[in-house]
Nanobody, 117 residues
Framework: VQLQASGGGSVQAGGSLKLSCKVSGIIWSTFVSSRMEWHRQAPGKQRELVATLTSGGGTHYDDSVKGRFTISRDNARKTVYLQMNSLEPEDTAVYYC?????????WGRGTLVTVSS
């Protein structure tokens, strides 16, 4: 199983980015029943949970991103997304997707997001 994250880059404060995490090597039924998360790790800080999307469609966001970030999934493409709007310099971090299948806890390599003021 592989998780390939993409979509990171450098933007100015107030800008937007959309991260994608393509999951391969997993059957469709496992993907649709999995819990999806995005985490991030800023320089010198611990990794933190940013957004969660359950198999039933429930979402949860860290207070720091609530109202600005949206997590979603495309089951047909086995891809999870993180739409990030109104980006702030404090959002600068490496972003990681995480898929919990029930029997496996899978991580992607991460994609760097840099927000300049």
């Amino acid at each position: 199983v592989q998780l390939q994250a993409s979509g990171g880059g450098s933007v100015q404060a107030g800008g937007s980015l959309k991260l994608s995490c393509k999951v391969s090597g997993i059957i469709w039924s496992t993907f649709v029943s999995s819990r999806m998360e995005w985490h991030r790790q800023a320089p010198g800080k611990q990794r933190e949970l940013v957004a969660t999307l359950t198999s039933g469609g429930g979402t949860h966001y860290d207070d720091s991103v609530k109202g600005r970030f949206t997590i979603s999934r495309d089951n047909a493409r086995k891809t999870v997304y993180l739409q990030m709007n109104s980006l702030e310099p404090e959002d600068t971090a490496v972003y990681y997707c995480n898929v919990e299948t029930g029997s496996q806890n899978l991580w992607g390599r991460g994609t760097l997001v840099t927000v300049s003021s």
